[in-house]
């Protein structure tokens, strides 16, 4: 039992860490209103692109497009999308079901089309 309790304060000290250290990194969050205002203005300027860790990000589809970067992070649980020189983008927000939405769209559209197939590297 004591070793239980254990086990779970060391995973939690872990995931507090792992939190702060992306909010020290990637940023503050920024208003909620802000971003859906951001995600309404370019939603239909984005791609979809695969990034060397087997994340998702999306990209400007053009070069004179000012939609700022998308990335899904990689180790975070609490802030699952950082947004480029803004900041990260918590679970508690309105645009991170936008957010969410649009990289399930952008996935169904892409050449990256994952099957069971493909996981198992067939």
């Not at 979809?48 to 990689?74: E, V, Y």
């Amino acid at each position: 039992m004591i070793l239980l309790i254990i086990l779970l304060s060391l995973g939690l000290f872990v995931l507090i860490c792992v939190e702060c250290v992306n909010l020290f990194e990637l940023g503050l969050p920024p208003k909620d209103s802000d971003i859906l205002e951001m995600l309404e203005k370019y939603s239909g300027e984005y791609e979809l692109d695969r990034k060397w860790n087997d994340k998702f990000r999306l990209c400007r589809n053009s070069s004179k497009s000012m939609a700022p970067l998308i990335h899904q992070t990689g180790y975070s649980v609490i802030f699952p999308h950082y947004i480029a020189d803004v900041g990260l983008v918590p679970i508690w927000y309105k645009s991170t079901k936008v957010i969410e939405q649009l990289f399930k769209d952008k996935k169904v559209k892409s050449k990256y089309k994952i099957t069971t197939r493909e996981k198992l590297g067939l």
